[in-house]
């Protein structure tokens, strides 16, 4: 179906479906850790998924089309997009209306500030094309929306060139004020293309400096036997293809695959290649949630109930010290992501997301399970969590589970800017609030 054909389909879709229901995408993959209410009006966007084009630079592209097949379409060109994040199934529409992050965001920043133009099919049944310069405000402030102003039908978004491989050189330190000080200064010197860091330990932490080479003396694979987070403490350097840094989280959803127990040497040989990716990991996951068989059975065998800790935080560099002080004496969770940030352009204001453009903030990524006390509250970590990044000048991803209360909500989140928009682009509230979406899980 041609894209001017697929948008007038979708707009009659959504005029067909009852006023007071709440409405939702029908996508076949999720990144999604919040709970939400069954929806019972789906709209089908199967048509959105593709790449339009790819030019020196640029791309266009349909808003439901995944990452992978985002970098396998810009690759052969030897281009990328400015940031890709770390798992394939990511949407580019999701990347943008949520917040996607990766190494190369100290320099590009976030996947919206990369965006050049787009159409968005708002609440109110317009399909809206927005730039900086048209319909500037839902431009501005559809980050961050996570689809209760609209949805992204297409982007034209800036690509950057690449080079073969990326070269890996892995520092340990001893304290995260050590890799706080390494970090500052690779990212601010400009001195790598890509950084991220791995906390294993308060005393082991490890800063990952990539830099593009059109070389590499040997080649490392983390789509099979090799898990690339163990690697990092086994190695100083390492070389990867272009494609397989970008996927390099992929295989094993960082390290949230042990939970399977395919780190398992004598299991993983099982397993074929095709199936050690990330969307595979979450419909297990989807899976558990809906029959709760591992639930079952650790509740017949006595042991303590866990909370899911899910989250990605974003702290000031200069505070992320006391944030992992506050982590490791009360949320006993290892590993831990750390991957610096900082706003593009210092002229752009993202309303509903705003960051101080002068700030190198670091993106602080932890996801699993937490033993709960007896009779304790089955949310106290996740509350404790938000307390104290909130109490750092801090924010967090709504990708997860979010416990504010309304009014506190919407001074972080920008309530009056948000109210103006919800009344531009979806006066009858067709479309979920915000909040309502991803604290209440409507």
């Avoid at 000080?181 to 308060?202: I, K, L, N």
């Avoid at 090799?226 to 996927?247: F, P």
């Avoid at 067709?430 to 979406?437: F, N, S, V």
Wanted: glycine fraction near 6%; hydrophobic fraction near 35%; charge should be negative.
């Amino acid at each position: 179906m041609e894209y001017a054909a697929a948008v007038e389909d979708l707009r009659r879709q959504l005029a067909g479906l009852p006023a007071d229901a709440p409405v939702r995408l029908g996508k076949k993959t999720s990144n999604l850790f919040r709970p939400r209410a069954a929806a019972t009006h789906r709209l089908d966007v199967s048509a959105f998924s593709g790449v339009l084009s790819v030019e020196d630079g640029f791309a266009e592209v349909l808003g439901m089309t995944t990452y992978e097949d985002l970098v396998d379409a810009t690759l052969p060109s030897g281009q990328m997009p400015l940031v890709v994040p770390q798992l394939k199934t990511i949407t580019l529409g999701g990347a943008v209306t949520g917040l996607g992050i990766e190494s190369s965001s100290f320099r590009n920043g976030v996947p919206h500030e990369s965006v050049v133009e787009m159409d968005v099919l708002t609440g109110s049944g317009e399909v809206v094309t927005c730039s900086r310069e048209q319909s500037a405000d839902l431009f501005y402030g559809f980050a961050n929306s996570y689809g209760t102003l609209g949805y992204a039908l297409r982007l034209r978004i800036e690509l950057e060139r690449t080079r073969p491989y990326v070269h890996l050189t892995h520092v340990r330190c001893g304290s995260v004020a050590e890799a706080v000080s390494v970090m500052s200064e690779h990212c601010r010197q400009r001195t790598a293309d890509f950084c991220d860091g791995t906390w294993f330990s308060p005393d082991e932490v490890y800063v990952t400096l990539g830099r593009w080479s059109d070389r590499a003396p040997l080649l490392s694979d983390y789509t099979g036997m090799g898990i690339y987070y163990r690697s990092i403490q086994q190695r100083t350097e390492d070389w990867l293809t272009v494609r397989d840094y970008l996927w390099r989280w992929d295989t094993d959803w960082f390290w949230c695959s042990r939970a399977f127990g395919v780190q398992n040497p004598a299991v993983r040989r099982w397993v074929p290649r095709k199936y050690l990716r990330s969307d595979v990991w979450w419909k297990l996951v989807a899976f558990e949630r809906k029959h709760q068989w591992k639930t079952r059975w650790d509740r017949r065998k006595g042991r303590p109930e866990r909370e899911d800790v899910v989250q990605d935080v974003e702290v000031p560099i200069d505070r992320l010290v006391e944030f992992m002080d506050f982590f490791a004496r009360e949320i006993p969770i290892e590993p831990v992501w750390f991957c610096p940030l900082q706003q593009r352009s210092p002229d752009d204001v993202w309303e509903l997301y705003r960051f101080d453009p002068s700030v190198l903030y670091v993106n602080v990524g932890f996801w699993s399970t937490v033993d709960l006390e007896p009779g304790e509250d089955p949310t106290s970590h996740n509350r404790r969590i938000e307390q104290v990044v909130d109490d750092l000048g801090g924010r967090k991803s709504l990708y997860s589970t979010a416990f504010y209360d309304r009014e506190h909500f919407w001074e972080l989140y920008n309530g009056p800017v948000y109210d103006l928009l919800k009344k531009q682009w979806d006066p009858d509230g067709r479309l979920l609030d915000l909040y309502e979406k991803t604290v209440k899980g409507r």
